[in-house]
């Protein structure tokens, strides 16, 4: 009589990347959204989702993309993708990383000739670029972390005078560090260039930019800015021309504000406590904003009060032409 066999489903643990799409996906997040929201390339995020490592920056670049992304996605960076992601990396280095190494030394010193290639030169030359490797590297991260980040403040000048609410600022810092303008914190390009738009309210303005590294270490740069707003003589646009009139306040802290009028970006940027923006629409007005809590909106008119009671992310809140009638 011969033996019969269960089959039995063995359940794989996800990888990080199928990890990082699933909790996207359940969320009815698209890549193009989350490149929009969070200001990282897509070509990353697709990246980190398929696992290929080699197409990645530097690793600290990847794990303040990681960060980010974790956030974004309500999962615990600490705790649960952070060692995922030193597992997968660190198998990727020893299968790939280590066997590219080992190649490119043996073709260099192939390619001179002065140097004979016994088992020991090869073990002492090995000792040797590692020694000196993890000297420079340890003396790298001292620098960095033992002194203050450098942080240049292009845009606005001292006691800049101007007409408008809404400002560039602009300027360099080194990469990985937290930047963040008068508490908001805001995205670095690779190379540690920013440029966001900021909106302040009429008088003077106190403008914050602080670099911050890893171990606390911070610049601070700031900027006073006069801002005097031309005087409306009169309002010649009727509420039937545009059909929704959201007028937003930003109360207690800056807040970071994505706006879109009838599908088309209108503003993108930071705007600071007492400062308001006005936006039209001939049928809906879209939010996203970094605190719920913090930003007042008007619509037609009428106090709709905070967008949503949360400190946290409030995305993509339409209100329509119908929404908006009903405030007349």
Do not use: C
């Amino acid at each position: 009589m011969s033996p019969s066999f269960r089959k039995k489903k063995i359940k794989l643990p996800k990888t990080l990347g199928e990890y990082l799409k699933s909790h996207r996906e359940a969320r009815g997040i698209s890549l193009a959204l989350a490149e929009r929201d969070l200001r990282i390339s897509r070509d990353y995020l697709e990246s980190l989702e398929k696992g290929e490592f080699d197409n990645l920056p530097a690793d600290v670049y990847v794990r303040g993309i990681l960060k980010n992304y974790a956030e974004f996605l309500g999962i615990s960076y600490k705790k649960t993708i952070l060692p995922h992601y030193l597992r997968e990396r660190g198998i990727h280095n020893s299968v790939y990383g280590e066997r590219k190494k080992r190649v490119d030394i043996t073709k260099k010193m192939l390619k001179t000739p002065s140097i004979i290639l016994t088992p020991k030169t090869l073990v002492i030359l090995g000792v040797l670029i590692f020694i000196l490797g993890l000297g420079f590297y340890l003396w790298y991260q001292f620098s960095a972390f033992a002194s203050a980040p450098e942080l240049t403040v292009n845009q606005p000048t001292e006691g800049a005078h101007v007409n408008t609410n809404v400002i560039n600022i602009t300027g360099k810092t080194n990469p990985g560090v937290d930047l963040l303008i008068n508490g908001q914190k805001i995205d670095l390009a690779e190379d540690g260039s920013f440029k966001t738009r900021l909106t302040l309210q009429e008088g003077v303005n106190l403008v914050e930019v602080i670099a911050k590294n890893k171990v606390g270490k911070q610049t601070i740069v700031q900027r006073n800015v006069l801002v005097t707003l031309p005087k409306v003589v009169s309002k010649s646009k009727n509420i039937r021309e545009y059909g929704v009139e959201v007028v937003i306040t930003i109360q207690n802290g800056a807040t970071w504000l994505s706006v879109e009028e009838d599908g088309n970006p209108a503003y993108d940027g930071t705007m600071l406590p007492g400062s308001a923006l006005t936006f039209r629409g001939k049928n809906s007005v879209t939010i996203t904003s970094g605190k719920g809590i913090n930003t007042l909106i008007k619509v037609n008119g009428k106090d709709w009060g905070v967008l949503e009671n949360t400190s946290g992310v409030v995305r993509d809140l339409e209100i329509t032409k119908e929404m908006a009638e009903k405030s007349r």
